[in-house]
C-alpha cells in the first residue's frame, strides 16, 4: 500500500479541494500578478537570458501518453517543452521588476521513490482488486496501492532518475551547479532493511544492486508463473491451468516473457554526483505506510509464508479499513489467517523501526555521512535536523506519527524544536496582534522539508500530536521562511500559503509538492532560489522526466530498458487518476509543473 488512496491519488480528497479553491485559476493569477512566462522581456533581466540549461528538463521536451490502442493501452510520446509559468499570488498584485539577479542555491528534489521488495510476505497485494474498475468496494476500500503490476521495477526507475539528473549541466534555469540533492520520504516501501539498503546504495552508487529477496533462483512474488490468479499482470503469458489475466485481457498490458527474472538481475548503480539528503516518510516508518512495527510482523515478513488472500469468513471492509487505521493487530490479523504460499525465508526483509532506519544511513560511501542525520537523532530516537547550505537554513521535518495511519502530524517536542529553529534563524517575527517584533537571531532564508503536506497532516493520533494548519501558521509568523518541499500525494502541486493581509504583513511561502517516481509520471524537480534584486526572490521548480527512453524492447534488461516499461505500464493504470480539462491527473496542471513563484525579500 503506498499513500495515494482511491484512487491512486491524493488522501482526504485534499488535492481535489485546493485545486478547486484556487489552482484550477493559477495560471491565469499567475500571469496577472507577473506579467509573462519566462522568457519575455517582462520575465528577465536583460544581462541574463532565461533558461540557461533547459536541456534534460520538461522545459525542452515532455513525455505525454499517446491515442488508446487495443484494451485502451496508450504508448508514451513526447511532446513539447513547457515553459516556466510566472505566479505572483504572494504578492498582492505587484510584479517582479527588472534588477541584476543573482541565483544563491539549488537543489533536485526526489520523492516517494517506493524502493519495494516485490517479493515479501508483508505486502497485501490481494486487497489492491478492491480498488478496480467496478468493483463495488473501490470507493471506500483504502488501498488501491497494495499492488502496482510494474511495483518490481522500482530499482530501476530510481537509477534511471538518477541518471537523468546526472546529465544537467547545471540548474536548468540559472545554470548554477546543483548543490545537493534531497529525497523527502517514503525511500522503501515497507520499511524492510532491503528495501532501504537498495535506497541507499543506489543514490550511493554501489557496485551491485539486486533488487531480489528469497530466492535467487526463482521469482516468488505475485504474477509468476505457477499463480493463477487474474486478479495479477502475468507477464509471462497465461498458464495452461488459468485464464488471460485482467491487465492484459481488459487493460491491453503486453506479455514480456522473462521479466521476473531480468527484473533481479544485479546491475551497478551509477550514484548522485551531489551531496544527498534524506527526509522521513510514512512508508520508511510504519509497515504497508500504516502500521507500526511488531515482532509477529516481523516474524511475517522475515519467514517462509507468504499470504495470498483474504482469510475465510471476515468482514473485509471493516478488517482493511482497521489496517489502514493503523491498527497492527488487524493487520497481523490479516496476514496470519490468509491463505499462503511457501517462499524462501530472507533475515534481510525484517521490519525496521525509526532509530535503525536512522543508524542505516551512516553505512555509506556518498556525503555527507548520515544524509543529514546526526549521532543526536540515533541517541534520542527522532529524524528531524537542520543543515545549512549556500547560506540557506534548511529544517527536515519528521512528519510521520509512530501511532499509525498514512497520514502525519509532528509531536509536541518537535514543535518545539522547530520553533526554537525558526527563531534563532530570524530577526523578526509576528506576534499575536499581526505586528511585526524584532527578535534576536541572525536573518537565514528558510526552506522546510518534510514528507506530509500542510493538507494530510491531520493525523494526531496520540497524545500532543501537532497538525499541519499549526505548522503553516507558525512558519508565517517568520518572513524569511519562503518554501516548504515536500511529498507523499504523487502529485505535481504548488500551493500558496498567504499571511492575512494587512499594511505591516502579507507575503507568505510556497508549498512545493512534486510526483513520485512509483506512479505516472514518474518524475522529480529541480528547484532554484534567486534573488531578483528588486525586492523579490523567485523560486523556480522544474520538473524532470527519468533518463528512460520512450520504448522499450522485446526482451528488457538493463535499468533504462526496465524503466522504459514501467513507465508505460504507470500510465495505464486502471486505478490511475483521471485527465481533465486543466489537470492530467497526478502531472498536476500547467501551474504545478514549471514554475517561477515570486515571493517578497523578507530582508
Not at 166 to 184: E, K, Q, W, Y
Not at 269 to 284: K, Q
Request: charged content about 15%; glycine content about 10%.
Amino acid at each position: 500500500m503506498t499513500d495515494d488512496r482511491t484512487p491512486r491519488s491524493t488522501e482526504s480528497g485534499s488535492i481535489s479541494r485546493r485545486r478547486l479553491l484556487g489552482l484550477g485559476a493559477a495560471a491565469a493569477a499567475g500571469v496577472a500578478a507577473a506579467g509573462s512566462v519566462l522568457g519575455s522581456p517582462a520575465a528577465e533581466a536583460a544581462s541574463v537570458t532565461y533558461p540557461v540549461a533547459p536541456g534534460g528538463t520538461t522545459l525542452a521536451r515532455t513525455l505525454l501518453h499517446g491515442a488508446p490502442e487495443a484494451g485502451g493501452y496508450r504508448p508514451i510520446v513526447t511532446g513539447p517543452g513547457e515553459p516556466t509559468l510566472v505566479r505572483g499570488d504572494l504578492l498582492g498584485g505587484a510584479a517582479r521588476g527588472s534588477g541584476t539577479r543573482t541565483p544563491l542555491v539549488a537543489f533536485s528534489h526526489l520523492t516517494d521513490m517506493h524502493i519495494v521488495d516485490a517479493q515479501s510476505p508483508a505486502r497485501v497485494e490481494f486487497l489492491d482488486r478492491f480498488n478496480d474498475p467496478g468493483n463495488p468496494l473501490a470507493s471506500t476500500a483504502p488501498f488501491s496501492s497494495a499492488y502496482r503490476p510494474w511495483e518490481m521495477l522500482t530499482a530501476h526507475v530510481a537509477e534511471a532518475m538518477v541518471q537523468a539528473l546526472n546529465a544537467l549541466s547545471g540548474a536548468p534555469v540559472t545554470g548554477r551547479p546543483i548543490d545537493f540533492t534531497i529525497s523527502t520520504g517514503d525511500n522503501a516501501d515497507n520499511t524492510q532493511y532491503n528495501e532501504l539498503r537498495w535506497h541507499i546504495d543506489l543514490l550511493d552508487g554501489h557496485a551491485s544492486i539486486r533488487p531480489d529477496s528469497g530466492s535467487t533462483s526463482a521469482w516468488e512474488g505475485v504474477g509468476g508463473r505457477s499463480d493463477l490468479d487474474t486478479a495479477y499482470w502475468h507477464p509471462d503469458g497465461t498458464s495452461l491451468l488459468s485464464t488471460p489475466d485482467n491487465y492484459r485481457a481488459k487493460y491491453g498490458y503486453p506479455t514480456v516473457p522473462g521479466l521476473l527474472d531480468r527484473c533481479r538481475a544485479p546491475f551497478t548503480a551509477t550514484g548522485l554526483g551531489t551531496e544527498w539528503y534524506s527526509v522521513f516518510g510514512n512508508h520508511d516508518g510504519l509497515v504497508e505506510g500504516n502500521v507500526p512495527g511488531n515482532a509477529a510482523l516481523n516474524a511475517i515478513a522475515t519467514g517462509g509464508l507468504k499470504p495470498t488472500g483474504l482469510p475465510l469468513g471476515i468482514d473485509v471492509t471493516a478488517l482493511v479499513q482497521a489496517v489502514a487505521a493503523g491498527d497492527p493487530a488487524a493487520l497481523t490479523q490479516l496476514l496470519s489467517l490468509a491463505p499462503v504460499k511457501l517462499v524462501t525465508p530472507d533475515a534481510r526483509r525484517r521490519l525496521l523501526n525509526r532509530t535503525q532506519t536512522v543508524s542505516e544511513h551512516f553505512t555509506t560511501t556518498g556525503a555527507p555521512v548520515g544524509h543529514g542525520y546526526t549521532s543526536a537523532n540515533v541517541s534520542a530516537g527522532t529524524a528531524y535536523y537542520s543543515f545549512e547550505k549556500a547560506g540557506v537554513h534548511c529544517i527536515s521535518l519528521d512528519t510521520v506519527n509512530p501511532n499509525g495511519y498514512s497520514d502525519g502530524s509532528l509531536d509536541a517536542a518537535q514543535f518545539a524544536w522547530l520553533t526554537q529553529e525558526l527563531a534563532t534563524n530570524s530577526s523578526r517575527s509576528l506576534d499575536a496582534s499581526g505586528n511585526w517584533v524584532a527578535g534576536s537571531g541572525q536573518d537565514k532564508l528558510i526552506v522546510i522539508f518534510s514528507h506530509h503536506t500542510v493538507a494530510t497532516m491531520g493525523n494526531t493520533i496520540g497524545v500532543g500530536r501537532v497538525d499541519g494548519n499549526t505548522v503553516a501558521t507558525l512558519l508565517l509568523r517568520f518572513p524569511n521562511v519562503i518554501a516548504w518541499v515536500n511529498g507523499h500525494t504523487h502529485v505535481n502541486s504548488v500551493t500558496p500559503h498567504a499571511r492575512p493581509t494587512g499594511a505591516a504583513v502579507g507575503g507568505g511561502f510556497w508549498e512545493v509538492n512534486t510526483a513520485s517516481h512509483v506512479d505516472w509520471p514518474e518524475q522529480s524537480r529541480v528547484v532554484e532560489l534567486v534573488n531578483n534584486g528588486d525586492g523579490t526572490l523567485s523560486i523556480f521548480g522544474t520538473i524532470v522526466d527519468h533518463a528512460a527512453p520512450t520504448t522499450w524492447p522485446s526482451n528488457p534488461s538493463a535499468p533504462l530498458e526496465l524503466a522504459a516499461l514501467s513507465r508505460e505500464l504507470a500510465v495505464n493504470d486502471p486505478q490511475r487518476d483521471p485527465e481533465t480539462t486543466t489537470t492530467d491527473g497526478k502531472r498536476g496542471s500547467l501551474a504545478d509543473r514549471n514554475v517561477e513563484l515570486l515571493v517578497r525579500a523578507p530582508f
